[in-house]
């Protein structure tokens, strides 16, 4: 299904780690189809030149100098939509003017939070496709959510607990937006609805699995009117050591891993955004050392509010888990997960994390904190059923929680569960599975996407190509 190397495609990253990672695991799968791929990035959170040599990067001015960016908000985000679209269009129409007969830019594939590239796409009479990071489940939730936000907010406090309507087994405590003193502010709706809405790309890939998310991927389809392509899961199509980290992993944690035994170890890690307080940092290294399980903790540099690193741990804390306990401040999570020493992942349930773990048959502790983490806990513990979700952050529930993973015949079953459910990926990737059939299928689909769009032409692609829903369909182009 290999195309002509001549092809090239222009990927444009969101800057956070979560978002990097799979654009980067998209490039390298692309260019093992026979693609060119050029990365446009910002000058923030820029990729690791050296670890992609097979890719040309370009890198924008995104306007974000002297910006805190710790935490990026709606400002800084908007900022660098505005701030990028000059250097990218410029960077095209460099590209378009010396570009030669069978050497062609065939599109663009922006993630969703990248907004402005609709506006140059269209400009410029280039396709564009969005790249999904998230699940299908929570897009769903968004998207259904945002189509009567009147039905949802503002809510009461005594609804926390109850269902949200139409979204089984989400609970108002579980929307995955930005939600001030019960409701969505106006802005913060805008901009959900933004990255929300696809403009006029003319498809979307997505880090998910047909099979797993079929329904869900149905519905949307529905709504967005685009061929989509559910290629993933992206961390089991790269090698496990494609780096794509910003942050330096300390890889001595896994000569640490080396001398554990097997299935003993639980990994605890939150991922590159979430912060925590110093209250549940210390309620955690107790539940930790309570549980008597071997543990590999990463506690990110700013990950607890108001302290640098592990400072905040209680006094003499590493010295009494002794080797029992090992701390970093960022490990290699993919090679940690395919270790055969770790047995259960305490996590915060970001998409990457949660393919990761599924990807190497590793049960879960789900303790979201904001955004879609919180849609992946509730699939995780109530509808796959692979996870147990933690709720209070209390030393003796954590402790609690812990043995119940790593030692219990209820534990036991979710290990059964989450085997199952890598073996359906791995089938999902063979020939004739339907990841790798949908990956020819956007391979052939982005072969033949005319390189400039006049005004409404049709693009002709197949939905979801597999054999669940073999029609075809048919796309205005931008107008
Ligand atoms: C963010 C959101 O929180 C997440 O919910 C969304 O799906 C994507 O954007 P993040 O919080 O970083 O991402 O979580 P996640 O999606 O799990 O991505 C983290 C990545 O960092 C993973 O690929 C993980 O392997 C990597 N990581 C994490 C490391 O390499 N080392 C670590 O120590 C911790």
Redesign the pocket.
């Known amino acids: 299904m290999k195309v002509e190397r001549k092809q090239s495609v222009v990927l444009v990253p969101f800057l956070?780690?979560?978002?990097l990672?799979p654009m980067l695991q998209l490039g390298s799968i692309l260019h093992s189809q026979g693609f060119s791929v050029i990365v446009a990035h910002t000058q923030h959170n820029a990729p690791n030149y050296s670890n992609h040599p097979e890719f040309v990067f370009h890198s924008m001015d995104d306007g974000l100098k002297g910006m805190d960016m710790s935490f990026p908000g709606l400002k800084s985000i908007y900022r660098m939509n505005e701030s990028c679209k000059a250097p990218l269009r410029n960077y095209l129409v460099r590209m378009m003017e010396e570009e030669e007969e069978g050497d062609q830019l065939a599109c663009i594939i922006y993630d969703n939070v990248m907004f402005f590239v609709d506006d140059v796409a269209t400009q410029l009479k280039l396709p564009s496709i969005v790249l999904r990071?998230?699940s299908a489940a929570c897009m769903h939730s968004m998207v259904t959510i945002f189509q009567q936000p009147e039905k949802y907010f503002p809510f009461e406090d005594s609804q926390l607990l109850d269902p949200l309507p139409e979204l089984h087994p989400l609970r108002f405590k579980d929307v995955p937006i930005h939600v001030i003193n019960n409701t969505v502010p106006e802005p913060v709706l805008d901009f959900y609805k933004r990255i929300n809405d696809i403009g006029s790309s003319v498809a979307t890939i997505w880090n998910t699995m047909q099979d797993l998310e079929n329904s869900m991927l149905l519905r949307l389809q529905k709504h967005y009117k685009v061929p989509f392509f559910p290629i993933g899961p992206f961390p089991k199509m790269v090698p496990l050591a494609s780096l794509?980290?910003i942050l330096e992993?300390d890889n001595s944690c896994i000569e640490w891993l080396d001398r554990q035994t097997p299935n003993s170890v639980l990994y605890v890690?939150l991922?590159?955004?979430?912060r925590i307080d110093e209250k549940e940092l210390i309620e955690t290294a107790w539940g930790l050392a309570n549980s008597e399980q071997p543990f590999l903790w990463?506690i990110?540099p700013g990950s607890v509010s108001g302290f640098q690193c592990a400072e905040a741990l209680p006094d003499g804390y590493e010295e009494m888990v002794g080797e029992r306990g090992r701390i970093?401040k960022?490990?290699?999570?993919?090679q940690v997960l395919a270790h055969p020493a770790i047995a259960g992942f305490f996590t915060?349930?970001?998409?990457?994390?949660?393919l990761?773990s599924i990807c190497e048959q590793v049960p879960m502790i789900c303790r979201p904190s904001?955004?879609?983490?919180l849609v992946?806990a509730r699939y995780l513990s109530q509808i796959y059923k692979v996870g147990f979700e933690l709720e209070v952050m209390e030393r003796t529930v954590i402790e609690k929680t812990i043995r119940k993973l790593m030692l219990s015949e209820e534990g036991k079953d979710v290990k059964k569960r989450v085997i199952d459910m890598k073996q359906n990926i791995v089938a999902a990737m063979q020939i004739d599975g339907t990841s790798h059939k949908n990956l020819k299928d956007l391979v052939d689909f982005i072969s033949a996407l005319p390189s400039r769009l006049p005004p409404a032409t049709p693009v002709v692609g197949a939905i979801m190509s597999s054999n669940h829903t073999p029609s075809k369909c048919i796309i205005e182009s931008r107008s």
Not at 271 to 274: E, P, R
Not at 370 to 373: G, H, I, N
């Open positions: 956070l780690q979560g978002h990672t990071t998230f794509t980290s992993e890690s991922g590159s955004l979430v990463v990110r970093v960022w490990a290699p999570q993919k915060h349930c970001g998409w990457n994390s949660t990761e904001l955004a879609d983490q992946n």
